[in-house]
């Protein structure tokens, strides 16, 4: 038995339930969560695992024989037929400072190709969600990325890597170069919707470094269903295998960014 999308949306909505109940404010100020690290700069709560938990409980109920990928747990070994991506709780840095932005990403792959995707917004109330061939939809409604020609008149999106202490690939060049040469680079802080993002045009594009398959696996299948190009940094077909990068934006600023990816690759070889 295959999902339907509109399996993904009621489970992306539940999860999203958990988590609007389990956010609270900062932490000494009304903080109702719990937070431990998995790293130094990179935290886990409570309501990250019971988002997880719910959802891999309820697939794998479903859809016994299926195989889940999912952060906080590794997920459930199946047929890799069949192969979900769960992020049960993108953007927890902002959660567990009481900043109201993040998401639930659930994709569904069938022999390796996704076919459905949804990202839920709980605090606006966005269900983003594609279907491979079908197209890309925010609340049932038709997405499409925007139509910017030029970078200096784009805005983009992109996220830093948990390493970005120790490693030096860490973005900030890229960051300080597109910051001077379009109108700005947000930092949202979660993937998944920088990617939703990118889909309905609110960005024109997103990059970064190093994410995991549950971070970008249905965003980017929204991204790509409403028009935009999704590659890696090399400009490569993979943004799934981790630690990849991804960089996902219009048919016109796409090639743009790839050029300077490509310049500075160049000028550090
Ligand atoms: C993180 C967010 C963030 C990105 C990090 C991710 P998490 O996911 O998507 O925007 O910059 O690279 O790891 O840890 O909040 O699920
Ligand atoms: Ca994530
Ligand atoms: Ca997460």
Redesign the pocket.
Known sequence: MTPTISDLEGLARQAGEILRAGFGTRPGFNHTHTVDYKGVI???TEI?RQSESYLVHEIHQRFPSHSIVA?ESGGLKGSKEHEWFI?P???????THGVPI?SVSIAYANSGEILLGVVYDPNRDECFSAQSGKGAWLNGETIKVSTTQVLDNSLLV?????DIRSNPQNNLDYFAYFSKNSQGVR????????LCYVANGRFDGFW?M???S??VAAGGLIAREAGAVVTNMQGGADFMSPPQSILAANSTIHPLMLQVFHKFSEIKE
């Open positions: 990179n935290p886990v990250d952060e992020d709780l993108d953007g927890t840095v902002n959660f993040f992109t996220g830093f890597p948990y930092r949202l802080g979660s993937a998944a919707m920088d970064e190093r994410l995991n549950w971070d």
